[in-house]
């Protein structure tokens, strides 16, 4: 059974994720918007002792992994659940709380990230371990994760960057692009992070050739092509990534190399799986901008005078109060989808359709609440001196990454309406 009692450790993180948000990222939302490339300095040294802990949760008990032994092979759980993961609804809480005070800055939370997902969803236990221990210890750290590239996005299929085995040194060479990678010059060049590369093994073999391989921070071989200028989450660092016959040892490939059998398409599966997770993460930092424009808009109004009275008809309010009601509403359903999404994680139940069909929501409900608080507060809603405009252009991008709205929006029809891959595309 799913609950919404929120568990007292959580409460008690909620107050210091609370504090950094006001204190740490807020004040400096705007210089960092307007300075783009420039590194939340003061967010990062905040949060770094508090990121390694929360890793540090998510490693307990792999110490001594049953059944994992360091080499690729299933993903086996480190020990049978007791009860549910509590740590995944704090994450997923502090995620909503971190990009309520910022969401650009708040991608650059030096942690494992996207890149950590994917370890956790495709990787053994000893890899887990192996990866992400370093995530626990000496100066910050960041993850990345890249899929994307100039002629594959929502299409995976025609990915072009390869993995070849080097039978000799037994290690995986990887050549070509990945452009759009978020974090990845701090997981790879600023730092000794990771990012997790999906590359064929198999060009001809499609989806079954693709794999996911971990490559470690300032790995020769691995150069920053570009720095991109965005609409929004510019305090976020996004970049194209080269790879020039970059080496990694055998190790790194999580889950089978094998291809074309039912062990590789459980490899691919769990690579896929990293989405189960990353999506309800995204939904988090849309609902966060979301509250912060409502919240904003709320109080503008209120000063002015205008405030919903939840008692009166819908015919009796005015149309500013109705939009205001409409945003309440929008951000409320939106914000429940994702906590189920989440309880279904933390209770290791599959939640493949809701993780869509919470990021498809949030990401509609922010970029429509974002517009409507600029709309509402008038001229100063689309002036630099408020941060609503911000808001507006940091919303988007919850409709892009992870999937577009129309991905998403495809995986829910299938799952609903049991169509294959094949017959609905
Ligand atoms: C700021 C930013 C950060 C990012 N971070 C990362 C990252 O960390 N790692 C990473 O790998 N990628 C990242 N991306 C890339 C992002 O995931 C892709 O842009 C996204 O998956 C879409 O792929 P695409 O750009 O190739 O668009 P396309 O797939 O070419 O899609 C273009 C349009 O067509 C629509 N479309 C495509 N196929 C269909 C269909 N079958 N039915 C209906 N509509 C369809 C799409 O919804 C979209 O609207 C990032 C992108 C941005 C902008």
């Given at each position: 059974?799913?609950?919404?009692?929120?568990?007292?450790?959580?409460?008690?993180?909620?107050?210091?994720?609370?504090?950094?948000?006001?204190q740490a990222m807020r004040p400096f939302s705007r210089e960092l918007d307007e300075n783009e490339h420039a590194r939340p300095?003061?967010?990062v040294n905040m949060t770094w002792p508090f990121a390694q802990e929360m890793v540090k949760r998510t490693l307990k008990g792999l110490e001594k992994p049953e059944g994992g032994n360091g080499s690729n092979g299933s993903n086996g759980q480190a020990k049978a659940r007791t009860g549910p993961d509590y740590s995944i609804?704090?994450?997923?809480?502090?995620?909503?709380?971190?990009?309520?005070?910022?969401?650009?800055?708040?991608?650059?939370?030096?942690?494992?990230?996207?890149?950590?997902?994917?370890?956790?969803?495709?990787?053994?236990?000893?890899?887990?371990?192996?990866?992400?221990?370093?995530?626990?210890?000496?100066?910050?750290?960041?993850?990345?994760?890249?899929?994307?590239?100039?002629?594959?996005?929502?299409?995976n299929s025609?990915?072009?960057?390869?993995?070849?085995?080097?039978?000799?040194?037994?290690?995986?060479?990887?050549?070509?692009?990945?452009i759009f990678i978020t974090n990845g010059k701090l997981a790879l060049e600023e730092s000794d992070g990771l990012c997790v590369v999906w590359a064929t093994v198999d060009p001809k073999a499609g989806r079954e050739g693709?794999?996911?391989?971990?490559?470690?921070?300032?790995?020769p071989g691995?150069?920053?092509a570009k720095q991109e200028h965005k609409?929004?989450?510019?305090?976020?660092?996004?970049?194209?990534l080269h790879f020039d016959n970059a080496r990694i040892p055998f190790e790194n490939l999580l889950g089978s190399p094998e291809v074309r059998t039912q062990t590789t398409s459980k490899g691919f599966q769990g690579a896929m799986k990293t989405f189960d997770s990353s999506r309800?993460?995204?939904?988090?930092?849309?609902m966060g901008i979301a509250r912060a424009a409502l919240e904003f808009a709320q109080e503008r109004l209120a000063e002015e005078g205008i405030k919903v009275d939840y008692t009166k008809p819908l015919h009796a309010l005015t149309a500013v109060e109705r939009d205001l009601m409409e945003m309440e509403a929008r951000y409320k359903g939106a914000w429940l989808l994702t906590l189920r999404a989440t309880a279904q994680m933390s209770h290791g139940e599959s939640n493949r359709l809701e993780a869509s069909m919470c990021k498809y929501r949030a990401g509609e409900a922010v970029t429509w609440i974002t517009q409507k608080a600029v709309e509402l507060l008038g001229p100063l809603g689309y002036s630099r001196e408020l941060l609503a405009e911000k808001w507006m252009r940091d919303a988007k991008i919850n409709d892009i990454y992870e999937g577009t709205k129309q991905i998403n929006q495809l995986i829910v029809a299938r799952s609903i309406l049991g169509y294959s891959r094949r017959e609905l595309k």
């Open positions: 059974m799913i609950s919404f009692e929120i568990p007292p450790f959580i409460k008690n993180q909620m107050q210091l994720i609370e504090m950094v948000a006001k300095t003061m967010f609804l704090a994450l997923i809480m502090m995620i909503e709380q971190l990009s309520w005070g910022d969401a650009g800055q708040y991608l650059c939370l030096p942690h494992p990230m996207l890149g950590g997902a994917a370890v956790d969803s495709a990787g053994t236990p000893a890899q887990r371990l192996r990866f992400l221990k370093k995530f626990t210890e000496g100066t910050p750290k960041w993850g990345a994760m890249a899929i994307t590239e100039p002629m594959a996005g929502s299409d025609s990915m072009r960057t390869t993995a070849v085995f080097d039978e000799e040194t037994k290690e995986w060479i990887l050549n070509g692009e990945k693709i794999k996911s391989f971990v490559v470690e921070g300032h790995t691995v150069s920053i609409l929004g989450i510019r305090a976020s660092d996004t970049v194209s309800p993460a995204v939904a988090a930092s849309a």
